[in-house]
């Protein structure tokens, strides 16, 4: 048996080796031709890489991937930068034209609500634009009447208060509570009123410049309210055919999203300014109250003061509470002066407790970090008016770019505040014939009257429309065969019969579900090509 496998194996050896031998004789025979297990013959060579392939980089140096992520962040980031800074040079030399054009946008915001309530109820929106308008400006004429005539009356019992505080000042100064001589004191008094008149003595030339300067000031100031209230009038009663003709502007893939972000920032900007007054008039109401319970003179003007600067937020309420508490002081004494302090304090932390992360915080969610760093760059790049529109202009932007990348905050919300405006008046002047594009003006009609639909079902049909019109150019997925484009059916909007002759439009659900079957289909088709 031992014997069996001892030849057995010996016969495997053999054959093993032979079939060896058989495969080196056939490679000797081939040209160039080697076994398993030869040498290379022949000097080896190493060719020198070309200008031509170096260009195209074919042999270029290895970067990590980590590096290259950063110069591409990089040189972006420094492009940003530099169109950003542009941007604020230009904007800086229409200053003029760009600020009241801003505030005008802000006094649209402020009285639309009331302007889209009376065209509701059935006003005619030049009549309806014209109430509130004029209503607003004699509220305006009203208190700004009110507080100079506080002014006229009260400046007189403000000056005998503050000469009397001057009077107690200096008494209790003459007590010597600082162990200083009364005539150190006199001596330092009269040192500072000499140095007060030697300055305006020899700057005489620069504060009559100055005087100059503040009438051209006066003029332009003039003029930029005149400017724009008369742009807040127009955006109150045209404002909605202006922002159908600005979607226009834009390619027909871009309308809908150029739609739906730009209503959301206008529903943000709705939403700051009635937050921002509420803010402003519980600021206002507060320490008025405190003002008057005091006796404190101009207590009027003063509360006006409060309510104009709380629309900077953050800053302008400390800054006039400050001033109330420094009249207090000159005109009352130290006692009021403190008592005026404590109710500037309570006031600022009911603002800052309840009303800022509740109703700030939802109408604008920004971050009070965020508002505080917004307010500090604005003010110091553009002053008070830096400071006044860098917390809308960031409550925008934030909800601009934040339903661009998908995150709607006005959700299951009607997002059209200004969608007020009736179908036959978008569609006013325009007959239906065909323009140089093609396309007709009945599909212009439906594209602008979509617009005063609810912000849920424009933006559900014009991603139907999106998905539809991909279905029709580059066919069923899976399939790769077009189908004809219908040429009557309008790219921007909702289905509409009328604009698409009467023909109804592939539903995006169908065109996903026949998609699905057909690469559905053209997978098992694979399947049984591989079998």
């Known amino acids: 048996m031992a014997n069996e496998r001892r030849a057995d194996f010996t016969q495997r050896i053999r054959g093993a080796w032979e079939g060896f031998r058989n ?23 190493f060719t020198e890489p070309t200008e031509d392939e170096l260009g195209r980089g074919a042999y270029e140096p290895y970067v990590s991937p980590p590096f290259r992520l950063a110069a591409a962040w990089s040189w972006r980031t420094i492009v940003i930068l530099v169109a950003v800074g542009v941007l604020l040079w230009l904007l800086s030399q229409v200053s ?30 030049a009549l309806s634009a014209a109430t509130v308008f004029i209503g607003f400006l004699l509220l305006v004429v009203g208190t700004i009447a009110l507080v100079g005539q506080q002014i006229v009356v009260g400046f007189g019992a403000l000056w005998t208060q503050v000469l009397a505080g001057v009077s107690t000042i200096t008494t209790w100064l003459n007590s010597n509570p600082f162990g200083l001589d009364s005539s150190i004191i006199a001596q330092y008094l009269d040192q ?16 009559l410049g100055g005087a100059a300067g503040a009438v051209s000031s006066v003029g332009s100031f003039a003029t930029g309210t005149l400017l724009a209230l008369v742009a807040a009038f127009f955006f109150l009663y045209d404002g909605r055919n202006m922002f159908n003709w600005a979607v226009r502007l834009m390619p027909s893939p871009a309308r809908a999203r150029t739609e739906g972000a730009a209503l959301r920032g206008w529903q943000t900007l709705v939403q700051y300014v009635r937050v921002q007054i509420i803010v402003a008039a519980v600021d206002a109401i507060g320490i008025g109250i405190g003002a008057l319970a005091i006796g404190i003179p101009l207590a009027i003007p003063l509360t006006l003061l409060v309510f104009l600067g709380s629309f900077i937020p953050i800053v302008g309420a400390v800054v006039t509470g400050a001033i109330a508490v420094i009249v207090a002081l000159v005109s009352q004494g130290f006692i009021p002066a403190l008592i005026m302090l404590g109710v500037v304090l309570l006031v600022q932390q009911i603002e800052g407790n309840v009303l800022q992360p509740f109703i700030m915080g939802k109408a604008v969610s920004v971050h009070p970090l965020a508002v505080i760093l917004t307010v500090a760059a604005g003010g110091f790049l553009f002053g008070i008016v830096g400071a006044l529109f860098a917390v809308p202009l960031i409550a925008v932007v934030n909800t601009v770019v934040r339903y661009l990348a998908g995150d709607d905050v006005f959700a299951g919300e009607d997002a059209g505040v200004a969608a007020d405006v009736p179908d036959e008046q978008v569609a006013e002047g325009e007959a239906d014939e065909r323009t140089a594009d093609g396309s007709s003006s009945r599909e212009k009609v439906g594209a602008a009257a979509a617009t005063s639909r609810p912000a849920a079902q424009r933006d559900a049909a014009h991603r139907s429309d999106a998905r539809d019109a991909d279905v029709r150019d580059g066919g069923v997925r899976g399939t790769g065969v077009a189908e004809p484009r219908d040429p009557g059916r309008s790219t921007f909007g909702p289905e509409d019969d009328g604009a698409s002759g009467g023909q109804p439009a592939a539903t995006s659900s169908d065109a996903t579900a026949a998609g699905d079957t057909d690469a559905a289909g053209e997978g098992a088709s694979a399947d049984d090509d591989g079998r």
């Open 96 to 125: 003029q034209v760009l600020l009241p054009a801003l505030i005008a946008l802000l006094l649209a915001a402020l009285l639309s609500p009331i302007h889209s309530f009376l065209v509701r109820k059935g006003w005619p929106r």
């Open 192 to 207: 500072g009123l000499d140095q007060g008149l030697t300055y305006l003595e020899e700057n005489a030339s620069n504060l």
């Open 23 to 45: 495969l080196r004789d056939d490679a000797a025979q081939q040209p160039g031709g080697s076994y398993l297990g030869a040498p290379p013959t022949g000097p080896m060579t």
